[in-house]
């Protein structure tokens, strides 16, 4: 099972929006309504920020999901400072499996 | 909800290894659990499941070298790591399920690091 791709960074000012793209197969994003996006941040674990079409409690509305076709896509509206780090995506690909994105760094110039 | 891994540690190439992941805070039996691993400076990778009625799966990549399972009397998550390579060096965390790829809760991780 390859690896969904992503764009290696990405990067936006305060207050703008980003969208990162996740792209995958008919075998896993194109077929499953399954594609959660994670947060991490320097030594830290993953956190949960948009999952099963929705977003965790005490996760800010500025980040919302979509999918399109093959492509799932993460958008963070009004940029902050504390958004900056590292983005993952995930998704089932049948047969009790799992793959992930190679992930994306978010930069807040 | 708390999730602590112990076990990593240095171990030669073709050596085994077996992390742990005490839970706490909630009722354990009830969720399937996860492990994920992360390369230094490198992406998540899946690297095995359990449901709550002792099901597992495992990608191709560890299948028949690995094996989770789970003590629910304990708290505790398992994974046995055999045969190991240097491709498997990274930091695993075990994580909690509320659905196929989504984990609300994850451990601190724990680094293995495979090398002669």
């Known amino acids: 099972q390859s690896a969904l791709t992503q764009p290696a960074s990405v990067s936006g000012s305060p207050g703008q929006s980003i969208t990162i793209s996740c792209t995958g197969t008919?075998?896993?994003?194109?077929?499953?309504?399954?594609v959660s996006w994670y947060q991490q941040h320097p030594g830290k674990a993953p956190k949960l920020i948009y999952g099963?079409?929705k977003r965790p409690s005490g996760v800010s509305n500025r980040f919302s999901g979509s999918k399109s076709g093959n492509t799932a896509s993460l958008t963070i509206s009004g940029l902050q400072a504390e958004d900056e780090g590292h983005y993952y995506c995930c998704s089932y690909a049948g047969s009790s499996s799992l793959v992930f994105g190679g992930g994306t760094k978010l930069t807040v110039l | 909800v708390h999730l602590v891994e112990s076990g990593g540690g240095l171990v030669q190439p073709g050596g085994s290894l077996t992390l742990s992941c005490a839970a706490s805070g909630f009722t354990f039996s009830i969720y399937d659990m996860h492990w994920v691993r992360q390369t230094t400076g490198k992406g998540l990778e899946w690297v095995s499941a359990?449901?709550?009625?002792?099901?597992?799966y495992y990608p191709d990549s560890v299948r028949g070298r690995f094996t989770i399972s789970r003590e629910n009397a304990g708290n505790t998550l398992y994974l046995q790591m055999n045969s190991l390579r240097a491709g498997d060096t990274a930091v695993y965390y075990c994580?909690?399920?509320?659905?196929?790829?989504?984990?609300?809760?994850w451990g601190q991780g724990t680094l293995v690091t495979v090398s002669s």
């Open positions: 099963g079409s």
């Open positions: 008919t075998s896993d994003v194109g077929s499953y309504n399954l």
């Open positions: 994580a909690r399920a509320i659905g196929w790829g989504e984990f609300d809760f």
């Open positions: 359990i449901g709550t009625t002792d099901d597992t």
